[in-house]
């Protein structure tokens, strides 16, 4: 079984960068992919970048990209999302979670409903 545990969260002004931390344990053989997602009050919880554990390669929401950059270490599995030139409606609850199949084309990276295993969540709040 998977647990995952989210870090680096905190409050940060407009511009201003944070790192996110997302360590993986317990037995995983069939992991395909590791993703953030985040949920804003009021709003669903959107896809906001993924990495395959298979391939390497990156996956980005349009509202990120240019800004946000994901990447992992083996050992300890553990996978980052740093993000810069923060904006105040990046503010919300990052999650960390794992897939464990893939499917066909690559718009799964970033749809909660692929993904199994969740953290318990960091808070981003991005205000001045």
């Known amino acids: 079984q998977v647990q995952l545990v989210e870090s680096g969260g905190g409050l940060v002004q407009p511009g201003g960068s944070l790192r996110l931390s997302c360590k993986v344990s317990g037995s995983a053989p069939d992991l395909v992919a590791i993703g953030w997602f985040r949920q804003a009050p009021g709003k669903e919880r959107e896809g906001v970048s993924s990495i395959s554990d298979i391939d390497g390669r990156t996956y980005y929401a349009d509202s990120v990209k240019g800004r946000f950059v994901i990447s992992r270490d083996n050992a300890p599995k553990t996978v980052y999302l740093q993000m810069d030139s923060l904006k105040s409606e990046d503010t919300a609850v990052y999650y960390c979670?794992?897939?464990?199949?893939?499917?066909?084309?690559?718009?799964?990276?970033?749809?909660?409903?692929?993904?199994?295993?969740w953290g318990q969540g960091t808070q981003v709040t991005v205000s001045s």
């Open positions: 979670a794992t897939a464990h199949r893939a499917w066909s084309g690559s718009r799964w990276y970033l749809r909660s409903e692929f993904f199994k295993a």
